[in-house]
């Protein structure tokens, strides 16, 4: 009997979107701190519950996910927290790649390396490559990202085009500007979801969201599953979005 194929084929994706999903992951401490245990046990289950979120995406027909792992502010944790948080990213990546390679997850990171360390750099470009040929699912890792940095770095290079010559600022437009960003290959985020109970977005994806749907959700994200992203994904389909125009 021929095996089933590893990979589904495209057609059967169901259709009505989000292609896009965008996700905060929040609340690893409070949920670990609920337990009586360190935050970093919070983190530990937290980065368990990304492969089974992951593997749900080509049935629910999302053909983008990106994560918010590590932002720019949490640089302001305590060195034990921060330290773990970056042992955990290298372990994880290591760990993951076979997973993520098989499964035909296209991985890539956003965000500002230069603050990373030496190994970590390595392990996310040694990841990035070793699945650089997948389209099943293509997960995007925020680390060390903010919204405003990646606006200020994008600005920097725009500004370095013009004074070499190579971009005229009458150029500079809805088009243009985004070609700088560290998501030009992703669309924008369809749907955007924050774990934990706070109705606020720190900084993830400020200027991709502007007419993203948005989901604040209680559940914390080490309870979080893809039976829960499902349902999210469902009722994002029975939404208007009308991009500023008027409904018809
Ligand atoms: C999200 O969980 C993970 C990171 C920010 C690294 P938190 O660590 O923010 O958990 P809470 O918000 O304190 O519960
Ligand atoms: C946002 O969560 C960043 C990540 C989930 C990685 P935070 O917990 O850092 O955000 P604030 O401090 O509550 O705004
Ligand atoms: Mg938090």
């Known amino acids: 009997m021929p095996r089933a194929p590893k990979t589904k084929p495209l057609e059967n994706i169901p259709t009505g979107g989000p292609q896009h999903v965008a996700i905060i992951m929040d609340g690893n401490g409070r949920w670990a701190q609920a337990r009586g245990r360190p935050r970093l046990f919070g983190h530990h289950a937290?980065?368990?519950?990304?492969?089974?979120?992951?593997?749900?995406?080509?049935?629910?027909?999302?053909?983008?996910?990106?994560?918010?792992?590590?932002?720019?502010?949490?640089?302001?944790?305590?060195?034990?927290?921060?330290?773990?948080?970056?042992?955990?990213?290298?372990?994880?990546?290591?760990?993951?790649?076979?997973?993520?390679?098989?499964?035909?997850?296209?991985?890539?990171?956003?965000?500002?390396?230069?603050?990373?360390?030496?190994?970590?750099?390595?392990?996310?470009?040694?990841?990035?490559?070793?699945?650089?040929?997948?389209?099943?699912v293509h997960l995007t890792i925020a680390l060390n990202y903010g919204g405003r940095d990646e606006v200020a770095r994008a600005t920097r290079r725009l500004a370095q085009d013009v004074a070499d010559g190579n971009l005229c600022p009458d150029d500079v437009n809805e088009e243009t500007l985004p070609r700088y960003l560290d998501t030009h290959v992703l669309p924008d985020p369809d749907l955007v979801i924050r774990t934990s109970g706070e109705a606020r977005i720190s900084g993830f994806l400020l200027w991709q969201s502007a007419?993203?749907?948005?989901?604040?959700?209680?559940?914390?994200?080490?309870?979080?599953?893809?039976?829960?992203?499902?349902?999210?994904?469902?009722?994002y389909r029975t939404r208007d979005r009308r991009f500023g125009a008027v409904a018809v």
Not at 60 to 77: M, V
Not at 211 to 235: H, N, Q, R
């Open 211 to 235: 007419y993203s749907e948005y989901e604040f959700i209680d559940t914390l994200w080490p309870d979080f599953t893809a039976k829960e992203l499902g349902e999210l994904v469902v009722s």
């Open 46 to 136: 937290g980065a368990k519950r990304v492969r089974e979120v992951v593997e749900a995406c080509p049935d629910l027909g999302i053909k983008y996910l990106t994560i918010f792992a590590f932002s720019t502010e949490n640089w302001k944790r305590t060195q034990t927290e921060v330290a773990g948080l970056m042992s955990l990213f290298r372990r994880y990546i290591a760990k993951e790649t076979r997973a993520l390679a098989e499964h035909g997850t296209r991985v890539r990171f956003i965000g500002d390396r230069m603050r990373l360390d030496r190994k970590l750099i390595k392990l996310m470009d040694n990841l990035e490559k070793e699945t650089e040929n997948n389209d099943r």
